[in-house]
């Protein structure tokens, strides 16, 4: 069984905006933060955005601050990852994480679950 499975990846032009959706289990969404991560390709993984089990803690990469936003949908599971202004550098695949502790994945990239991942690119 899939714990998370992300959606909403394609290629986009720069400027435009996007949304990506990690469908999860009702007991990852209740229990667990819920992050975004990204792979641009010869990168390291960077962490994007990151909401607590509770939506009342969230944060942000430094190169998506003001540019994305991440939010949860309670009546189907899914947290979403809302992205505006985009630009080619935010061309990577995009991973869905959960783990129970906000700071072991907001601070340290650690998760106990990740998704396959969708691919973002970015280009004109």
């Known amino acids: 069984q899939v714990a998370l499975q992300e959606s909403g990846g394609g290629l986009v032009q720069p400027g435009t905006s996007l949304v990506l959706s990690c469908a999860t289990s009702?007991?990852?969404?209740?229990?667990?933060?819920v992050a975004w991560f990204r792979r641009a390709p010869g990168k390291e993984r960077e962490f994007v955005a990151a909401?607590?089990?509770?939506?009342?803690?969230?944060s942000y990469g430094d190169s998506v601050e003001g540019r994305f936003t991440i939010s949860k949908d309670s009546d189907n599971n899914v947290v979403n990852l809302h992205m505006n202004d985009l630009r080619p550098e935010d061309t990577a695949v995009y991973y869905c994480a959960a783990d129970g502790q906000m700071g072991t994945i907001a601070l340290y990239g650690r998760a106990d679950y990740w998704g396959q991942g969708t691919q973002v690119t970015v280009s004109s």
């Open positions: 909401i607590n089990y509770s939506g009342n803690s969230i």
């Open positions: 009702e007991w990852i969404f209740t229990k667990n933060a």
